[in-house]
Nanobody, 116 residues
Framework: VQLQASGGGLVQVGESLKLSCAFSGDIFSSYVMNWYRQTPGKQREWLAAATIHGIVNYADSVTGRFIISRDDVKNTVSLQMNSLKPDDTAVYYC???????????WGQGTQVTVSS
């Protein structure tokens, strides 16, 4: 499995940004897709998950601001981030968790910087 994330960048407080992640190498529907983020010195933080059944879940820190969605035709997952805050500054990672083996695959990470 390979994941290619894109869409990071520098934005101002209150602005929006959309991250995308392209999945390849296996059957997309066999994976739960997740987004995580990490800042220096901290553990990677889970943000959101989307299953093939349309079920989505969010961490409290992003509920109401971030929206995860998956396209099961294009094999992509995206993260729409709204009302961004300086605390959202981090490297964002796409993750695919196999429903069969529970194995995790990570994308390369994309930097998001929110400037005040």
């Amino acid at each position: 499995v390979q994941l290619q994330a894109s869409g990071g960048g520098l934005v101002q407080v209150g602005e929006s940004l959309k991250l995308s992640c392209a999945f390849s190498g296996d059957i997309f529907s066999s994976y739960v897709m997740n987004w995580y983020r990490q800042t220096p010195g901290k553990q990677r933080e889970w943000l959101a998950a989307a299953t093939i059944h349309g079920i989505v879940n969010y961490a409290d820190s992003v509920t109401g601001r971030f929206i995860i969605s998956r396209d099961d035709v294009k094999n992509t997952v995206s993260l729409q981030m709204n009302s961004l805050k300086p605390d959202d500054t981090a490297v964002y990672y796409c993750n695919a968790k196999s429903r069969r083996t529970n194995r995790d695959t990570w994308g390369q990470g994309t930097q998001v910087t929110v400037s005040s």
